[in-house]
């Protein structure tokens, strides 16, 4: 338990609370590949991040 504690007291580091709070805020997840894959699986629905806009035009 004492483990524990420590750990809790030690926080998140900003960059990954920057990370949390980002996909938080667009409905996104943060991990592995493989988890994000399995969680859209199970969900129906695609969650992966994007960019932003439309993707660009195939040429023929």
């Known amino acids: 338990m004492r483990r524990y504690a420590r750990f809790v007291e030690q926080g998140v580091p900003e960059q ?6 980002e996909a938080l805020q667009r409905g996104q ?9 399995e969680v859209e699986q199970i ?5 992966e991040r994007r960019r932003p806009g439309r993707p660009p035009a195939r040429q023929a």
Do not use: N
Request: aromatic share 4%.
């Open 16 to 21: 990954e609370l920057s990370l949390m709070r």
């Open 29 to 37: 997840l943060t991990g592995s590949q493989r988890f994000v894959d």
């Open 43 to 47: 969900i129906g629905c695609r969650v």
